[in-house]
């Protein structure tokens, strides 16, 4: 039994919420690094192979994770794991965006709960592509990959306003700003590296330079970094909030010492 806010209530389950966020990161984080890991080191021929034959150093994200075993179990085990706290973490960040929500009316309520959608359709998106490779089913996959990053950008773009919106009328705290600043940092890198990626994948079909999907691949990484890392922020926004009964309710949840 727990007593917040002037009331009792019962825990069937609590524990940290930053804990929580620092679990569905390290998972994506040592999946991908250790998939791509793998196919430098013992795929390295079939993995940077090109259809056009020049030389590239780098596998792309899709042939890392979905084209070698046992690199594609280890990304698909990490995935499956990682999955389902993701949507639960949704849940968190639509009870934490609502929190701040006071008298600004339906439309900020519709807004945070399309980014809710939005934060659930990028994670369904990732678990498509991530059990159905680009060699199994190539359109399905690059429908999925597509899918994923649309719902990742604008994602993103909505948290940004939607973190301001829900903050006006008073100053954001340091750790507020500090949150808002690392966000919007991750997404401008992440629209940089999504263009510069689109140039090189055009640029590599239409004149089959060497080197140039080896670029194309390290926008990629930088991509699914970035985008890891902006879910990591999670871990600022969520600092000191206890996670209980699956819900998160920042006007009357249990702050740690």
């Not at 991908?32 to 940077?48: G, R």
């Not at 966000?183 to 510069?196: A, T, V, Y």
């Amino acid at each position: 039994m727990s007593t917040s806010g002037g009331k009792s209530r019962e825990i069937y389950f609590q524990m940290k919420a930053k804990t929580v966020a620092t679990i569905v990161l390290s998972l994506p984080v040592f999946g991908f690094i250790t998939c791509v890991w793998m196919s430098i080191k013992y795929n390295f021929e079939a993995s940077t192979a090109t259809h056009c034959g020049v030389p590239n150093f780098l596998p792309s994200t899709s042939s890392a994770i979905g084209g070698f075993t046992p690199q594609r179990y280890i990304w698909r085990i990490c995935i499956g794991l990682h999955c389902a706290p993701r949507f639960m973490v949704a849940v968190i960040y639509y009870n934490f965006h609502m929190a701040q929500s006071g008298n600004k009316g339906g439309t900020y309520g519709i807004a945070v709960l399309v980014n809710c959608a939005l934060n659930v359709l990028e994670n369904i998106c990732l678990i498509c592509l991530s059990m159905v490779s680009s060699t199994e089913n190539y359109s399905f996959h690059e429908k999925s990959f597509i899918g994923f990053l649309i719902c990742s950008m604008v994602y993103m773009l909505l948290t940004l306003y939607i973190y301001k919106w829900g903050r006006q009328g008073r100053s954001m705290t340091s750790q507020e700003k500090r949150s808002f600043r690392t966000k919007l940092g991750l997404f401008l890198f992440s629209l940089l590296s999504l263009l510069f990626a689109c140039y090189f994948f055009w640029r590599h079909n239409k004149f089959c330079e060497s080197g140039v999907y080896t670029l194309f691949a390290m926008c990629e990484y930088t991509i699914i970094l970035a985008n890891i890392a902006f879910h990591g922020t999670g871990i600022m926004d969520f600092k000191g909030t206890l996670l209980y009964d699956n819900t998160l309710n920042s006007q009357d949840s249990v702050k740690l010492d």
